[in-house]
């Protein structure tokens, strides 16, 4: 199974800061024929099911702000808000659909410093 | 607007057995790949299983395969996960999730773009 691993496990930004949360890989999940990374970024507020964000490591999902950014390629990627929103507190997930079984990361709490 | 309904959880022995049901509204069910994840109290995602929008292809995870049985009645626009030799680890919320199905040489490829609310799975005696 490829293994997800994110990094930090929690964080705490002030308002209007940078959050930068990583996700490593065990194993690229860059296919090389298409050139696409098959991961993905989820939100879960408390109380709530997750809601996508990020799709292919940099593909903004439709009606998501776009202080939400996604980079990185083969193994490590990073999940980007430029600017921290109140309403951005949330458990943050990445998730690899390069082979199954489909791998979440442990999750990344973001809080308000 | 899509919609995903969850129902069928509760309390169960292990050992015993239990079915999840999804029911779906908003979109054309039977175009789109399904799936179910799961989320143990307190812990993170995990993914259980898939099937595609005909339903002629299925996809588990180890720690379910021969357990459970995901389907899904596409005149009804409901999914369905059919779950047996519970244990105390399969413990969850499980959440039914729309899914977004890219294919190329390399197979399928699923990630989940709408998930329902959740349905809790107790496994105690």
């Known amino acids: 199974d490829i293994v997800m691993t994110q990094s930090p496990d929690s964080l705490a930004v002030s308002l209007g800061e940078r959050a930068t949360i990583n996700c490593k890989s065990s194993?690229?999940?860059?296919?090389?024929?298409?050139?696409?990374?098959?991961l993905a970024w989820y939100q879960q507020k408390p109380g709530q099911p997750p809601k996508l964000l990020i799709y292919w490591a940099s593909t903004r999902e439709s009606g998501v702000p776009d202080r939400f950014s996604g980079s990185g390629s083969g193994t490590d990627f990073t999940l980007t808000i430029s600017s921290l929103q109140a309403e951005d507190v949330a458990v943050y997930y990445c998730?690899?659909?390069?082979?199954?079984?489909?791998?979440f990361g442990q999750g990344t709490k973001l809080e308000i410093k | 607007e899509v919609q995903l309904l969850e129902s069928g959880g509760g309390l169960v022995q292990p050992g015993g057995s239990l079915r999840l049901s999804c029911a779906a509204s908003g979109f054309t069910f039977s175009n789109y790949a399904m799936s179910w994840v799961r989320q143990a109290p307190g812990k993170g995602l995990e993914w259980v299983s898939g099937i595609s929008g005909s339903g002629g292809d299925t996809y588990y995870a180890d720690y379910v395969k021969g357990r459970f049985t995901i389907s899904r009645d596409n005149s009804k626009n409901t999914l369905y996960l059919q779950m047996s030799s519970l244990r105390a680890e399969d413990t969850a919320i499980y959440y039914c999730?729309?899914?977004?199905?890219?294919?190329?040489?390399?197979?399928?490829?699923?990630?989940?773009?709408?998930w329902g609310q959740g349905n809790l799975v107790t496994v105690s005696s």
């Open positions: 998730q690899q659909y390069y082979r199954t079984p489909y791998t």
């Open positions: 999730a729309k899914t977004r199905n890219y294919f190329d040489s390399s197979g399928y490829h699923y990630f989940f773009d709408y």
């Open positions: 194993q690229s999940v860059l296919y090389s024929s298409n050139n696409k990374n098959h």
